[in-house]
Structures are given as C-alpha cells and as structure tokens.
C-alpha cells in the first residue's frame, strides 16, 4: 500500500514562510514527477510546482520566485518551502506523484495526499 503523506501546513503572516514536506511510504522503486497543488475554497485544484519526466522544475507564475520545490530521493520526500507568502498562496495543498512499485511486472500509478492546510492572514 503506498502512501503520500503531505505536513507542515499552518497559519502563517503574510510574508513569512513555511515549508510543507510530502513523504511517499510503502513499496516503492521509484517515484516520477513529484509536485505540489493546491486548492482554495471554490476554485479549481491548480498546479504550484513539479519535477517533470526529465528531471527539471515547473512552477506557477503566482509563484515564481518566491517557492522552491525539491527533493530527496533516497527518503522519498518532496518539498516546497515557499516564502514571501501572500494571502492568495491560503489552500488546501496536496502532494502528487507517479510511483512504480517493483522494476518488472509493474505500472506506473498516480497518488494523492490527503493535503495540508495553509492559511496566510494576519
């Protein structure tokens, strides 16, 4: 059973910063794409930031700048420290990610975290 497990949501001022941490667990062989979206209360899930397929980075134009996605694969963790937030940045934020679980006589499979709330308000 694999598992994303998005934490470090909270309640931030506007223009401090937070880092949220999505860690992928169970049998895994490799992860493809990790990102971050996000989804605020009556809009449409929205991509902030992703690895693609060849390894480069993908960022919103809200975003631009201000966050960094990155990860480490020998923990299967993706990051997203984001600064400078606004209170437009306030949603729920979920990690995503394409995950094949043995080298041979498997598929690639697409997950979802459960999201992390981020409020941005003073």
């Known amino acids: 059973q694999v598992q994303l497990v998005e934490s470090g949501g909270g309640l931030v001022q506007p223009g401090g910063s937070l880092r949220l941490s999505c860690a992928a667990s169970?049998?895994?062989?490799?992860?493809?794409?990790p990102g971050w979206y996000r989804q605020a209360p009556g809009k449409q899930r929205e991509l902030v930031a992703t690895?693609?397929?060849?390894?480069?980075?993908r960022y919103a134009d809200s975003v631009k700048g201000r966050f960094t996605i990155s990860r480490d694969n020998a923990k299967n963790t993706v990051y997203l420290q984001m600064n400078s937030l606004e209170p437009e940045d306030t949603a729920v934020y979920y990690c995503n990610a394409d995950i094949l679980q043995a080298p041979y006589n498997s598929r690639w499979s697409n997950y979802w975290g459960q999201g992390t709330q981020v409020t941005v308000s003073s």
């Open positions: 690895f693609t397929n060849g390894g480069y980075t």
């Open positions: 169970g049998s895994i062989f490799t992860i493809r794409a």
